[in-house]
């Protein structure tokens, strides 16, 4: 089946805007956990909003249950909201961790890409939240980068990493991909300096 006419609309987008779609995304991917970086600026979004349009990927972003309810529900889940209850099911039970909902999110969607932000701020962070490889271990499901190159005005997908099991080395591969990005703002940018240091 061809593009959509909204996947058509978001690649005319921007290409006008001067943009190109890095795509490597597997077409028969159904499950993954997708994160996006660098993330300088709130034009970041709408690049990368575009980029997965355009390439057919329907991205979801973990919220608050009770933010799916009435009156904001409605328009959350359109934009792709997918709401998380961390409470304890039972007396006694401890509350759950970020890593085992959303872990659990994949056994209970078949379709799932989640889509995680591991810096956390649009200010320069040198150590990522690496929940985001947790999940995927877990869940066993491979990681999507995502990512927006303002220099070559590149944005889309650029590679799948497939988790080994060795958290340093496959850390160091993502931090590799993302050392190579140029932020809008790069003075606000850092990869984790934990699995990556320039030679």
Not at 3 to 11: G, L, M, N, R
Not at 54 to 78: C, E, H, Q, W
Not at 82 to 104: C, F, H, Y
Request: aromatic share 12%; net charge neutral; proline share 6%.
């Amino acid at each position: 089946m061809g593009p959509s006419v909204f996947e058509k609309f978001a690649e005319k987008s921007l290409n006008m805007l001067g943009w190109e779609i890095d795509n490597h995304w597997p077409l028969d991917l159904a499950q993954c956990v997708m994160i996006a970086a660098p993330h300088t600026s709130n034009w970041d979004a709408l690049y990368a909003r575009l980029a997965l349009k355009a390439l057919g990927v329907n991205v979801r972003i973990t919220i608050k249950d009770s933010y799916m309810k009435l009156p904001f529900g409605p328009f959350v889940r359109a934009m792709g909201g997918i709401g998380i209850d961390r409470s304890p099911k039972a007396d006694g039970q401890a509350r759950l961790s970020m890593v085992e909902v959303m872990t659990n999110l994949f056994k209970e969607h078949a379709e799932l890409v989640m889509l995680v932000t591991p810096e956390g701020t649009r200010a320069k962070q040198e150590k990522w939240k690496t929940g985001f490889y947790h999940v995927a271990c877990n869940a066993g499901v491979p990681i999507a980068l995502a990512y927006m190159d303002y220099e070559k005005k590149k944005t889309g997908v650029g590679k799948i990493v497939y988790p080994t099991g060795d958290y340093e080395k496959d850390m160091a591969e993502i931090m590799q991909f993302y050392a190579q990005i140029s932020p809008k703002f790069p003075e606000d940018f850092s990869v984790d300096s934990r699995y990556y240091s320039v030679e």
